[in-house]
């Protein structure tokens, strides 16, 4: 079975530029949960989407965001990037809501510079 | 604000030794716990999950869990060089329906040869 894929694997971008990171998750996986890793403050979690709904959100400011498609696709989007966005986007994907399939599966991620 | 604790390291150990990694939560709710593995430069790979008290084994690797004392703890049994990476502990804040991981900091592992 295939992994999470995402893309692309690497963005530079500039300050005030916006930016879309997609995600595809595991055949038959309904959650898809972002994460943002950096150095200081290691994984931090985004958003949560499950059959097409945000469930949960993490304390970033509104400039983040992102939607899930009828296939569990998932996209997130970054408007007006400052410096401090840089980052690795991981995306996670899980089978369903039961206690025991919570187990997350991460994609290789996307590093974005923002310049 | 739930918390997950993990010594940063580096946890250096002979190669064949047992190596420990522990972790403390402070939800006392918490119900799922996960050991994640992550090479430098690549994404964390999930190693081992655990929702009882007790140990669960897999391969070389043992899983623990005390929910009394808010402890999850790893055990690699024969560390070799290639477990050489850090060890990220991540329990579910589980409060309805949610699928979020809260990370622990991570533990440095150094196996030296």
Redesign the interface.
């Known amino acids: 079975k295939a992994g999470v894929t995402q893309t692309p694997r690497y963005l530079i971008k500039t300050r005030g530029q916006q930016v879309t990171l997609s995600c595809s998750p595991i055949s038959g996986h309904r ?1 898809v ?1 972002w ?1 943002q890793q950096t150095p200081g403050q ?2 931090q ?1 985004l958003f ?1 989407y ?1 059959s097409e709904t945000q ?2 959100k ?1 304390n970033f400011p509104g400039r983040f965001s992102g939607r899930q498609f009828s296939n569990s696709r998932s996209e997130m989007n970054v408007s007006t990037l400052e410096l401090g966005d840089s980052a ?1 986007y ?1 995306c ?1 994907s ?1 089978l369903a ?1 039961r ?2 399939s ?8 996307t590093r974005l510079t923002v310049t | 604000q739930k918390e997950v604790e993990q010594n940063s390291g580096p946890l250096s150990v002979p190669e064949g030794a047992i190596a420990s990694l522990n972790c403390t939560y402070s939800d006392r709710g918490s ?2 716990f ?1 050991w ?1 593995r992550q090479y430098s430069g ?5 190693i081992m ?1 655990i ?1 009882s008290n007790g140990d669960k084994e897999d391969g070389r690797f043992t899983a623990q869990l005390n929910k009394a004392s808010q402890y999850v703890s790893l055990l690699i049994r024969d560390s070799q060089p290639s477990d050489s990476a850090t060890y ?1 502990c ?1 329990v ?3 409060g309805g ?10 533990t440095l592992l150094a196996v030296q040869p």
């Open positions: 959650s949960s994460y290691g994984l979690f949560e499950f469930r949960n993490g690795l991981l996670a899980s809501a206690e025991a919570y187990e997350q599966y991460f994609g290789p991620g | 119900q799922s996960f994640y690549k994404s964390p790979e999930l999950s929702y990220l991540a579910n804040d589980y329906a949610t699928n979020k991981l809260i990370f622990g900091t991570g």
